[in-house]
């Protein structure tokens, strides 16, 4: 199952939309780098995604074996936000 993705939406449980609206590039970023050409890249695992026009974050379960303490850092802000998570 190391393929599997996680889709974290932009909205709650309850249907509510999360704010703020750039959760998403926030929470990327904070693992991202930026290369010599001062490009922002985000590491493999975790990358602002698209599902049916509504920013989401995609979270690699291969993240899980390389960088442990953030794949749980990242389903735990899910959580504790209530967020939708889908496998996909």
């Not at 989401?56 to 794949?71: K, V």
């Not at 990242?74 to 967020?83: S, V």
Request: with cysteine; aromatic share 12%; net charge negative.
């Amino acid at each position: 199952m190391t393929n599997a993705k996680y889709i974290i939406k932009g909205d709650t449980c309850h249907g509510e939309v999360f704010r703020p609206s750039d959760w998403v590039d926030r929470l990327a970023t904070m693992f991202a780098t930026y290369d010599r050409n001062h490009r922002l890249r985000y590491i493999d695992g975790v990358r602002p995604c698209y599902v049916n026009d509504e920013r989401c974050l995609q979270l690699d379960c291969a993240l899980r074996n390389s960088h442990p303490s953030w794949f749980e850092y990242i389903l735990q802000f899910a959580d504790d936000n209530d967020l939708c998570v889908e496998t996909v």
